[in-house]
């Protein structure tokens, strides 16, 4: 069983910074990308930002580009999730999120494995 487990969320003041880091526990697996998604109360689940593992290649969603850096780490099998300049509006649970799957990684249905989910708050 292949389990994602985030450390890094907390509380942070409008224009604070945090780091999230994702990374597996349980048995190998390859994994074609990875996610960082949101839920903020009463809202559905959306994309943040997503990977590609091998090539690199990242996507972000219009509100957090050029705040927001995905990257990865493959010695360290870890993502991670650099959130600069945070607003109110960022605040939600972010989850981690792994896919076995080829094709677009930009939709909820293509990741497999999730995360438990961490706290971001963000006060003004």
């Known amino acids: 069983q292949v389990q994602l487990v985030e450390s890094g969320g907390g509380s942070v003041q409008a224009g604070g910074s945090l780091r999230l880091s994702c990374a597996p526990s349980?048995?190998?697996?390859?994994?074609?990308?990875m996610g960082w998604f949101r839920q903020a109360p009463g809202k559905e689940r959306a994309i943040v930002a997503a990977?590609?593992?091998?090539?690199?290649?990242?996507y972000y969603t219009d509100s957090v580009k050029g705040r927001f850096t995905i990257s990865n780490d493959g010695a360290k099998n870890t993502v991670y999730l650099q959130m600069n300049s945070l607003k109110p509006e960022d605040t939600a649970v972010y989850y981690c999120?792994?896919?076995?799957?080829?094709?677009?990684?930009?939709?909820?249905?293509?990741?497999?494995?999730w995360g438990q989910g961490t706290q971001v708050t963000v006060s003004s």
């Open positions: 990977i590609k593992w091998s090539s690199g290649s990242t």
């Open positions: 349980g048995r190998t697996f390859s994994r074609s990308a």
């Open positions: 999120a792994a896919s076995t799957y080829s094709g677009s990684y930009l939709y909820t249905d293509m990741y497999n494995f």
